[in-house]
């Protein structure tokens, strides 16, 4: 049964990570079960600390990736039209697919701004800095992902051996 867990682990793990980059999976979270999964594992190493570390950074990340573009398209000066328009775009992209998750944030603040009659160059500046949040958000995530895959694959692998 513990060669089960560790195979689900492993692939929780490797769609956590998946996560990081493809917007629609939520990748900390998933990968967060992956650690979980190891739980189930007689002679497992998972200590309470690594589980409590990781839970809090996944919900933190998981929190912060949602909200970072309009926080920062309101940071870089954009108007509540431009704060609204991130969020609108954001929700209608994730019908969209990657790609509307990528560009929905950018296109909803770039016309936000637009509408409520602010200059094209300020409107442009505040879509790139929502664009700028989900760029660093996604490489947070690619390093959460990768340090949980490798916890995972480490602790399979002592588990095996015993």
Same mark, same amino acid.
């Given at each position: #049964?513990?060669i089960l ?8 793990? +490797?769609v956590g990570l998946? !996560?990081?980059? @493809? =917007?629609v999976?939520? !990748?900390?979270? +998933?990968?967060?079960?992956a650690? @979980? ?6 002679g497992n190493d998972?200590s309470t ?8 950074l996944?919900v933190?990340?998981t929190v ?7 926080w920062l398209?309101?940071?870089s000066?954009g ?5 609204w328009?991130a969020?609108i775009? @954001?929700l209608l992209?994730l019908f969209l !697919?990657p790609?509307g998750?990528?560009? !929905? ?8 701004? @637009?509408?409520?009659?602010? =200059?094209?160059?300020?409107?442009f500046e505040?879509?790139? #800095?929502?664009?700028?949040a ?7 995530k690619?390093?959460?992902? +990768?340090?949980?895959m ?8 002592e588990i095996?051996?015993?």
């Amino acid at each position: #049964m513990e060669i089960l867990y560790i195979i689900i682990a492993v692939l929780l793990a +490797i769609v956590g990570l998946s !996560g990081a980059v @493809l =917007p629609v999976l939520p !990748g900390p979270p +998933i990968a967060f079960v992956a650690l @979980l999964m190891l739980l189930l594992c007689d002679g497992n190493d998972v200590s309470t600390m690594q589980l409590v570390v990781s839970g809090v950074l996944a919900v933190v990340i998981t929190v912060v990736d949602y909200i970072a573009p309009v926080w920062l398209a309101k940071k870089s000066g954009g108007s509540k039209g431009g704060t609204w328009g991130a969020t609108i775009g @954001l929700l209608l992209g994730l019908f969209l !697919g990657p790609i509307g998750i990528i560009l !929905g944030p950018f296109l909803g603040a770039y016309v936000g701004e @637009l509408i409520v009659k602010t =200059p094209k160059e300020k409107a442009f500046e505040v879509a790139a #800095m929502t664009f700028v949040a989900f760029m660093l958000t996604t490489g947070i995530k690619l390093v959460y992902g +990768i340090a949980v895959m490798w916890m995972v694959c480490k602790e399979a692998w002592e588990i095996l051996l015993k």
